[in-house]
């Protein structure tokens, strides 16, 4: 059970986006994000979509105390004057039905349009709208899930011996992605479908998820954020208190069990090194 002795925040920021944690499957990080979690402090936090992994509960059930302990971590958030916005994705796509209710604090919306605080207005959405195989071939899509499910099990399995051998974390579904030239341009092409949609709504940028690949850069002037995920690459989006836009990479120190066999997660990394931890590893936008 979560505890309410949490070390004080390390990381204050007026913002934070986190998506895509898959909460319900053996993949989430879910160790790693209650060490990101306790160490944040925001006035608002977006999660944009994938949070709770509908698909993979519907074919068999998986909830160890960890994922809990998450869900409790962000209520706790939201009892404790952080505004908690919810937007849905494909794999929580049954939320979509209590799209503009309120649970505990957490309030859910179809998207969002979020200002900056040096006034840029950036639209919040899952992303998976514009995937095309969601949209216009499910079956394929659930394919493709259950692919991507076995990929990252022969990793989890991988990364298990890796951390017994004081290694970090790699991802094998992270290195494919970036090595099929079918994938790479698959991200491309989603990345500016994204960002021209955040300009015809007359937007300054875009912050989503959905393909578990965290980015930020211009795209035709249109700045174009993803906060990553917590099964691949432990990675989120900040807004510090002057506007800028920051992503913040969890995975070279995450927190997480060393054997495959204990509190099982997806791919095993390295533990803490002791209390004087990094906190972060920091990738900021450049301006064009």
Same mark, same amino acid.
């Given at each position: 059970?979560?505890?309410? %002795?949490?070390?004080?925040?390390?990381?204050?920021?007026?913002?934070?986006?986190?998506?895509?944690?898959?909460?319900?499957?053996?993949?989430?990080?879910?160790?790693?994000?209650? %060490?990101?979690?306790? @160490?944040?402090? #925001? %006035?608002?936090? !977006?999660?944009?979509?994938?949070?709770? @992994?509908?698909?993979?509960?519907?074919?068999?059930?998986?909830?160890?105390?960890?994922?809990?302990?998450?869900?409790?971590?962000?209520?706790?958030?939201?009892?404790?004057?952080?505004? /908690?916005?919810?937007?849905?994705?494909?794999? @929580?796509?049954?939320?979509?039905?209590?799209?503009?209710?309120?649970?505990?604090?957490?309030? $859910?919306?179809?998207?969002?349009?979020?200002?900056?605080?040096?006034?840029?207005?950036?639209? /919040? =959405?899952?992303?998976?709208?514009?995937?095309?195989?969601?949209? #216009?071939?499910?079956?394929?899509?659930?394919?493709?899930?259950?692919? !991507?499910?076995?990929?990252?099990? /022969?990793?989890?399995?991988?990364?298990?011996?890796?951390?017994?051998?004081?290694?970090?974390?790699?991802?094998?579904?992270?290195?494919?992605?970036?090595?099929?030239?079918?994938?790479?341009? !698959?991200?491309? %092409?989603?990345?500016?479908?994204?960002?021209?949609?955040?300009?015809?709504?007359?937007?300054?940028?875009?912050? #989503?998820?959905?393909?578990?690949?965290?980015?930020?850069?211009?795209?035709?002037?249109?700045? !174009? #954020?993803?906060?990553?995920?917590?099964?691949?690459?432990?990675?989120?989006?900040?807004?510090?208190?002057?506007?800028?836009?920051?992503?913040? @990479?969890?995975?070279?120190?995450?927190? $997480?069990?060393?054997?495959?066999?204990?509190?099982?997660?997806?791919?095993?990394?390295?533990?803490?090194?002791? =209390?004087?931890?990094?906190?972060?590893?920091?990738?900021?936008?450049?301006?064009?």
């Amino acid at each position: 059970m979560e505890s309410d %002795d949490d070390q004080g925040p390390l990381l204050r920021v007026r913002t934070a986006w986190i998506s895509d944690l898959h909460l319900g499957t053996p993949g989430c990080q879910a160790l790693a994000l209650l %060490d990101f979690l306790r @160490d944040l402090e #925001c %006035d608002t936090l !977006y999660l944009v979509g994938d949070i709770i @992994d509908g698909w993979q509960l519907r074919r068999s059930w998986y909830w160890p105390q960890s994922h809990n302990d998450v869900v409790q971590k962000v209520l706790r958030k939201a009892r404790k004057d952080t505004r /908690v916005i919810f937007v849905p994705g494909n794999h @929580d796509e049954f939320a979509r039905r209590y799209v503009t209710h309120n649970f505990g604090g957490v309030d $859910v919306v179809e998207e969002a349009v979020h200002t900056l605080a040096d006034g840029r207005r950036i639209w /919040v =959405t899952h992303g998976d709208l514009f995937d095309g195989v969601v949209q #216009c071939a499910r079956w394929l899509a659930l394919l493709g899930d259950m692919a !991507y499910e076995f990929t990252l099990k /022969v990793n989890r399995r991988f990364n298990a011996l890796r951390a017994r051998l004081g290694l970090p974390y790699w991802s094998l579904s992270r290195y494919l992605k970036a090595k099929v030239k079918r994938a790479v341009s !698959y991200v491309g %092409d989603f990345e500016t479908a994204v960002a021209r949609e955040a300009k015809r709504r007359g937007l300054q940028g875009v912050v #989503c998820g959905h393909i578990h690949h965290a980015e930020m850069r211009h795209i035709e002037g249109i700045l !174009y #954020c993803n906060d990553g995920d917590w099964v691949e690459s432990l990675t989120a989006l900040v807004e510090h208190h002057d506007g800028e836009l920051e992503i913040i @990479d969890r995975a070279a120190t995450a927190r $997480v069990p060393q054997t495959a066999t204990f509190a099982p997660t997806r791919p095993a990394v390295q533990d803490w090194p002791g =209390t004087d931890r990094p906190l972060v590893n920091r990738t900021r936008a450049t301006t064009p």
